[in-house]
């Protein structure tokens, strides 16, 4: 590998849409502690990107807990050479030319192959509670399982980011790297394969949410496709049946709650939850291979 370079370079052009695309994707401090002050700078004969931080804590903690995030804003500026690009993190080095800060670039008006729209839905149903640390994690998490329970938050934060920065639309690998460790056969299923090495089809978490009801997922294209979600905006109360699915110590857990919370028990028993895409036929949630 080439020695750091010793002289000041200059900036890559794209790093300033690069550091865009990354505000969006971390929190406001996380942004402004570590890569507002980050440049970059291209080796074009080696394909060596590197990112110049101030110090060797930045360059540790970038390397070890946003290389992903990096790569994957990095990665649409590579004029499909990101394969044979290597990034890489120094200390000093900054090139001449400052970053500009950064700004929006137009987006286009619909999601590409491979990427997908996010969008809230709010079925009004009879029970429903707005914050889902409380009684969502308490029981639908139990219910769908730690994996898809994330899956619909993230959709969730993705639909609800979507109501302020219109036509922004996240891929299906970023939404694997959140949720799944970049496993999207989790997020989209396996089709059954025959031959020598058979294997049984596996749902991914998509189908999951879609068979209870709380997102519609819709798919355009062949190959690699676009993915249009609808998620319930308020998660209702589980019904008898979907309690009766849970472990005994925690269906005696939501008739504690349900009595703490003055709803009554019988009236809650006959209840069916109704959700809001009933004119949105029946969707697709398998989109795997």
Known sequence: MPTPPTTRLDMWEPWPDVLDRISWQTTKDVFATWFKSAHASMDEE??????HVKNNYAKEWLEKRMCHVV????EPHLNGEAKDTTIRYMV?????KPAPSPTLPTPPK???PGHFKAELV??????????????????????????AYGLWLCLYSFAYEARIRQNHWP????????CANGNRHQILGRNAQGGKNPRPARPGWLRQLAAQKLIH????????????????????LLTNGQVSMLPDSIQREHKRWLLVHSIDFEEWSQTSFTDGFTNEGDGDAEGGR
């Open 92 to 96: 000093g080095g900054i090139p001449s």
């Open 171 to 178: 891929t299906i690998a970023l939404l694997s790297e959140i």
């Open 217 to 236: 997922v819709r798919t355009e294209g062949g190959g690699k496709q676009s993915y249009y979600f609808k998620i319930l905006e308020k998660l209702p």
């Open 46 to 51: 080696n394909k060596i990107l590197t990112v």
């Open 110 to 112: 619909n999601p590409g």
């Open 122 to 147: 709010n079925a009004d149903p009879l029970f429903s509670f707005i914050t889902p640390s409380i009684y969502a994690m308490r029981f639908w998490q139990p219910l769908l399982g730690s994996g």
């Open 71 to 74: 790569r994957n804003c990095v």
